[in-house]
């Protein structure tokens, strides 16, 4: 059974700060890895998705890689703003469904 | 384009009483999903759907059923609610690998 784990659960960053999150998975035989921001009371947004075959993917400040032979993915925000405050989720993709880290809650302070 | 809605936004029940959650995508995707998100569980399949007329188990199925008459829509019913059944859900779809997710549905179960 996969298994989907972030570390740090919270984050508080000065702003204008670049930083890391990070997930780790157990089995590395993942289709993709799927980053998600969800703010309070709101849904999920899908930020980068990563495919098996792919290294890394990139959306403006945004970038993720993926190294499943070591089971981890990062997301690099750089130069963090105050609307970067939000909960960071990554899900790995099996055949047909995610399976969920418990989030990373970042919070960027002006 | 509406993407993935999701009816209600809230709901309160009585322990016992049922209901049916609708969500609806209008983006042609062949696959749908109902989530729960519960404080400190993160989100956890309850089933899934690859197509119109089927449906399969996730993680947490019990006390769920649903349905696919039509490929736009996926329903979630709770037959007689149970307090465990607080929660919030989210409805999502997906063509290849990515996830598109609802608004979600809080719902309250006293």
């Known amino acids: 059974k996969q298994e989907v784990t972030q570390i740090p659960a919270a984050l508080s960053v000065p702003e204008g700060e670049n930083l890391v999150l990070n997930c780790s998975f157990t089995d590395s035989a993942i289709y993709n890895l799927q980053w998600f921001r969800q703010d309070p009371g709101k849904g999920l947004t899908s930020l980068l998705l990563?495919?098996?075959?792919?290294r890394e993917q990139t959306s403006g400040r945004l970038n993720a890689s993926l190294d499943k032979s070591s089971g981890r993915s990062t997301l690099y925000i750089a130069a963090s703003q105050p609307g970067d405050s939000a909960t960071y989720l990554c899900a790995g993709a099996g055949s047909y469904q995610l399976t969920f880290g418990k989030g990373t809650k970042l919070s960027v302070i002006p | 384009n509406a993407g993935v809605t999701q009816t209600p936004k809230f709901r309160v029940l009585k322990t016992g009483q049922s209901m049916t959650l609708l969500c609806a995508q209008d983006m042609n995707h062949e696959y749908m999903y109902w989530y729960r998100q519960d404080p400190g569980m993160g989100l956890r399949l309850i089933h899934y759907?690859?197509?119109?007329?089927?449906?399969a188990k996730g993680e947490v199925p019990d006390g769920y059923n649903v349905s696919r008459l039509k490929k736009q829509n996926f329903l979630l019913g709770l037959e007689s609610a149970a307090p465990s059944q607080t929660s919030v859900y989210f409805c999502?779809?997906?063509?290849?690998?990515?996830?598109?997710f609802g608004p979600g549905t809080r719902l309250t179960v006293l």
């Open positions: 999502a779809s997906s063509y290849g690998r990515a996830q598109y």
């Open positions: 759907s690859v197509g119109e007329g089927t449906t």
């Open positions: 990563i495919q098996s075959s792919q």
